[in-house]
């Protein structure tokens, strides 16, 4: 096809070249301005994520060290260690087997009073000669005097790490003082505290906001890794990290934000967190690679946009010479009625120009419109048909009995199997127990993860043989354990322990359209769950609401547990349960 060109050439190399050279400049300025910025903005979050995870940080080391004096300050450790002191050598073994009993009563009651969420693994009490008189673990060294951590704890209080075969522990220093000692006086021992670092490791694993190649962690004072690396394995205690930001703060004691090389001779974007107080500094980086792609392809399609708009001028600038106004304004009529909605109007122009294909595309944007339209509407009527697919919430309460069967350690127990092993795992787990409590009229609500909800209602029997069909039922899921265990050794899978837990109430009930089951919640639910943490292992436990209805059942022997489970709010006490051998 043949096309004759009427305008001047000058005046569209003059166009093309004008808006070459403005694009050209808005392209270079918008580029080094989104640079600019992008760059101050990812320096912002890195000093913002370095600043909350750097102070967190802190705050739990003060606290576990905090926890760590109180042990040293109560004075039945004071007295001990006062009292061992003056032990002579050779009974130092026969005077600790007769304090043992103390020593271990006022572990137990510091771990009560500060919590078990410390993770406390060990505790080593060390007389002033550097004799180890206590330890919660078998002691393998008894003597202590030229270890550099009881040299450092006889003054003052620290946290160390040290390596384990799965990692590392957290040690927390103390120096012990005799009993209304006064300032400037001389320790009369140390404690050694040995803690898990999983509330440590939560705070520098969450890598969310830190994009493909973000990650945090933590370096001690001798330049070497204490957490786990993003890229490397066993980097705890064996990879160096010797970067600028690490020298800057344990050399000059500041914080560090900008580009540098990491501990992978990577080029990188990071920020720092100076705590050479405590002994370590954190970091968190980018690689800057991530942290550039933005700009390179902000880059890329400036050039492009630029060569399309470049283009685009050129025939604008061809389609100004043509006369084009008969069908230019046929197409303005026939774009008016598609947006006054009618879509069957078209075009029809059919010049062999770049008009003709115009209307021809405009044409065939009408139809495409117009077989939009229909797709849309038939979408609506779909949707108006699922619009009663909903979940119905009603006013209506009944007294139920809940019951929660939880597994133990089922995070620690899955984490070494396969998904296919994990499948096979739950679903013995989750099919016996479903089909015990069908055997006895329950009702299997949901399993939430690792547990199972189940409750009995009243509706189809009198009150009495409710309440005991629901107890039997928890008994007899507390027996299966040893079926399911030889269920699972059959298969090579790890056995389990599991908590049973009954609780007696009201409850709302929730009903769904697609489901013949009806959902439950309320606080009887929320009882039963939280009752559930203090349920000896395949044991059950029932709530003081649930033992005042059935106390008097002959049949079954209860027991009042004596820890009691605390919530924000109130106090729950529950009661173990068991048959009555006598009856």
Request: hydrophobic content about 40%; aromatic content about 8%; some cysteine.
């Amino acid at each position: 096809m043949s096309i004759t060109f009427n305008l001047d050439k000058k005046l569209i190399f003059l166009v093309m070249l004008v808006s070459v050279v403005a694009l050209s400049i808005t392209g270079i300025l918008s580029f080094n301005y989104a640079d600019q910025i992008l760059k101050e903005r990812t320096g912002d979050q890195l000093i913002g994520e370095s600043t909350v995870r750097g102070e967190t940080l802190r705050l739990l080391f003060e606290s576990r060290i905090e926890q760590n004096n109180i042990l040293a300050n109560d004075p039945m450790i004071q007295l001990l260690l006062a009292k061992m002191n003056e032990v002579s050598e050779e009974k130092i073994k026969e005077n600790r087997e007769l304090n043992r009993r103390d020593f271990l009563i006022q572990v137990q009651a510091f771990q009560e009073s500060v919590g078990f969420s410390i993770g406390l693994e060990d505790v080593k009490i060390i007389g002033s000669s550097g004799k180890v008189y206590f330890s919660l673990e078998r002691i393998t060294n008894e003597d202590y005097s030229d270890d550099p951590l009881f040299q450092k704890g006889l003054t003052s209080s620290f946290i160390e790490f040290t390596p384990t075969e799965n990692g590392k522990k957290m040690l927390v220093v103390s120096p012990v003082f005799a009993k209304d000692s006064k300032r400037g006086e001389q320790a009369i021992g140390v404690i050694i505290s040995k803690m898990r670092t999983a509330t440590l490791d939560n705070i520098l694993i969450n890598r969310s906001g830190l994009g493909e190649t973000g990650e945090v962690y933590i370096v001690n004072s001798n330049y070497l890794m204490l957490s786990e690396s993003r890229f490397l394995e066993n980097a705890v205690f064996q990879q160096r990290v010797d970067s600028l930001a690490v020298q800057k703060c344990l050399n000059e004691g500041i914080d560090f934000v900008g580009f540098y090389t990491d501990y992978r001779k990577t080029p990188i974007y990071g920020s720092s967190y100076c705590a050479n107080d405590l002994g370590i500094v954190l970091l968190v980086e980018i690689d800057q690679a991530e942290v550039e792609k933005p700009i390179d392809i902000l880059q890329s399609r400036i050039f492009q946009t630029g060569i399309l708009i470049t283009l685009g001028m050129g025939v604008a600038a061809f389609l100004i010479s043509k006369s084009l106004s008969r069908p230019i304004i046929k197409l303005k009529n026939a774009a008016n009625k598609i947006a006054s909605g009618d879509f069957d109007v078209r075009t029809n122009i059919k010049t062999r120009d770049e008009i003709g294909e115009l209307s021809f595309a405009f044409d065939s944007m009408a139809e495409k419109l117009q077989e939009s339209l229909f797709e849309i509407k038939e979408k609506e009527e779909v949707i108006r048909q699922q619009e009663d697919i909903l979940l119905q919430f009603s006013d209506q309460s009944e007294k139920y009995c809940v019951g929660m069967i939880d597994i133990m350690d089922s995070t620690k127990i899955c984490s070494n199997l396969s998904e296919t092993e994990t499948s096979e795992f739950y679903n013995i787990f989750i099919n016996s127990i479903a089909a015990i409590i069908n055997k006895f009229g329950g009702i299997v609500v949901k399993n939430i993860g690792d547990a199972l909800l189940f409750y009995f209602s009243f509706e189809n029997g009198n009150e009495k043989d409710t309440l005991k069909k629901c107890l039997d039922c928890c008994l007899a899921l507390s027996n299966a354990h040893d079926e399911i265990v030889k269920k699972l050794k059959k298969i090579n899978l790890p056995t389990l322990d599991y908590r049973i837990s009954a609780t007696y109430g009201i409850v709302r009930i929730a009903r769904a359209s697609t489901s013949s089951v009806n959902d439950i919640f309320g606080s009887t639910v929320n009882r039963c769950a939280k009752l559930n943490r203090n349920s000896p292992p395949n044991g059950v436990i029932i709530g003081e609401s649930f033992y005042d209805q059935v106390k008097d059942f002959e049949e079954y022997k209860f027991e009042k547990i004596e820890s009691k489970i605390v919530s924000t709010e109130e106090v729950y006490i529950g009661y173990s349960v068991s048959k009555n051998q006598l009856v």
